[in-house]
């Protein structure tokens, strides 16, 4: 059974540095991509972007100067940085696996972590 | 970008009833489009991926359709666990994952 469990600040002041880990079990961040996607209140998905555990990554392209993901192989983990964050950036923020089968699938997901921005 | 809307935004039904949720994509996306369930402070469940293929352990009430830029997602006979929001996600690029704005199923 794979699971996904986000752990990180309730609270980011802005201007600073947003930052969150994904911590997995039952599937090796050795395979398979790793994805964070967030939801501010009322509003769509969103998706922030990927990883592999070789160092490709891509992100949103609306988010893409701010935004860093990286694995860490040894601790089964992955992680998120979102930097010079406003009051927009608040959102319930989730990990995800997604695989490259028939197009790309969030198959499995955190069950999210809720971040403010705010002074 | 490619846009993802979804309609209704919410409806109601009744345990038993079936149930249709549609999404329409602004260009083709070649099948690539996937369905979630999402019940507030859980995670996310893969329902449906591409298009009609029912995820692993999801039951058969549930069937996804359609092709190019119109997708549907059918619960044939709906069951006190499937009230929950629904979205749909398409991935046919892969530079920009995009989902729709959701459809919130409630009791009636």
């Known amino acids: 059974q794979v699971q996904l469990q986000e752990s990180g600040p309730g609270l980011v002041r802005p201007s600073e540095t947003l930052s969150l880990t994904c911590s997995v079990s039952?599937?090796?961040?050795?395979?398979?991509?790793w994805s964070w996607i967030r939801q501010p209140p009322g509003e769509k998905l969103e998706w922030i972007g990927y990883?592999?555990?070789?160092?490709?990554?891509n992100y949103n392209l609306s988010l893409k100067s701010r935004v860093t993901i990286s694995t860490d192989t040894s601790k089964n983990q992955f992680s998120l940085k979102l930097n010079s964050v406003t009051a927009a950036d608040t959102a319930v923020y989730y990990c995800a696996r997604m695989v490259a089968t028939i197009g790309l699938i969030f198959d499995y997901w955190g069950q999210g972590i809720l971040v403010t921005v705010s002074p | 970008d490619i846009q993802m809307t979804q309609s209704p935004s919410s409806l109601s039904a009744s345990i038993g009833d079936r149930v249709t949720i549609t999404c329409r994509a602004s260009q083709s996306i070649n099948g690539y489009l996937n369905w979630f369930q999402h019940k507030p402070g859980k995670a996310p469940k893969l329902l449906i991926y591409a298009a009609s293929s029912l995820q692993s352990g999801v039951p058969s009430r549930f069937s996804g359709s359609g092709s190019g830029t119109e997708f549907t997602l059918t619960i044939s006979s709906l069951q006190p666990e499937d009230f929950a929001n629904y979205y749909c996600q398409q991935s046919n690029s892969a530079l920009g994952l995009t989902f729709g704005g959701g459809t919130k199923v409630e009791i009636k």
């Open positions: 990883a592999r555990h070789n160092g490709n990554t």
């Open positions: 039952g599937a090796p961040i050795s395979s398979n991509f």
